[in-house]
């Protein structure tokens, strides 16, 4: 059937409306989540978003503009509370100890005087020029000291010539018991050394005045060495603290020995102690610790 131009028209004209209203419908169908109630979005402008302003020229050259979803809703974080660290606590508690006290080196102190001066004895005197040397010998310590001593009244011996004018035998009261390289320490009959007897022949047999005698007192000692005569000693080790053996000899007699017999010469004194040349070394002991040394050989001393 044909249908004239003019009817034609009509009916587009007719559908233009329906048209609209059936888009419109779409439309708030879409935004209002169906026919419900009526949910305002919120705006959200992006760089890209595009707003049609009420008014504004429809021809206008537009940039088309995806459709954009409804904002959902975006929990906003919760602020979490972080502890200072004065708020932490510590896991193990350190003590830091506090510092000790650490004991100071003291000045040392010399004792009280033990010996004042009696008999017009000065309180103390020391002898200049006595020369001590080291023994070439583990035992020769006597036949050294003889050597230093009599080089101190000018006389010129050596220490081997003494060692060798020594007789030898078990009893140190008469000569020299063992080997004069023989290991220290030991009493007769084995390696030992000799007695203040055989050493005062020795010197005397070579024009040095010496004489032998056990018993000597401290203030004997003193006496001498304020007279400026050193004094030959009999002591133990260098000079510490010992005691006698009693010792009988093949010769049937006794005396007292002690092990690590050794000789020292004395060349000063003060009111607390001596001053003792040992072979090349000269150091100070006081009264109580060479009284206890000088006693263990019963006082034996040669004196000038």
Known sequence: MNVSPSKSNRY??????????????????????????????????????????????????????????LPTDTPTPTSTFTPTPTDTPTATATNTPLPTNTPQPQPTVKPLPTNPPVDGLPASYQISGVAGHA??????????????????????????????????TDNPETGFVGNVNGAWGQIPPDDYGVHANPVATVLRNNGVSANASKG?????????????NPVIVWVVGSVWGGSGVSYTASDGSSTTVAYYEHVVILTGYDETGFTIVDGASTYWRSNAAFSSSFGALNNMAITH
């Not at 009420?54 to 459709?67: E, H, K, M, V």
């Not at 020769?140 to 101190?152: N, Q």
């Not at 000597?216 to 060495?225: A, D, G, P, W, Y």
């Open 12 to 69: 587009i004209y007719l559908s233009i409306p329906l048209v609209i209203l059936l888009a419109t419908g779409a439309f708030f169908t879409i935004r209002t989540q169906g026919f419900g109630y009526f949910v305002t979005p919120t705006l959200t402008i992006t760089p890209t978003s595009t707003i049609m302003m009420i008014g504004a020229d429809l021809n206008a050259s537009q940039t088309a503009t995806p459709f954009q979803p």
């Open 135 to 168: 023994q070439s010998h583990m035992l020769s310590c006597e036949a050294r000291a003889a050597a230093d001593w009599a080089a101190f009244y000018g006389v010129s011996l050596s220490e081997n010539s003494i060692q060798s004018a020594f007789p030898s």
């Open 216 to 228: 000597v007192s401290l203030t004997e000692l003193r006496r001498q060495i304020a007279s400026g």
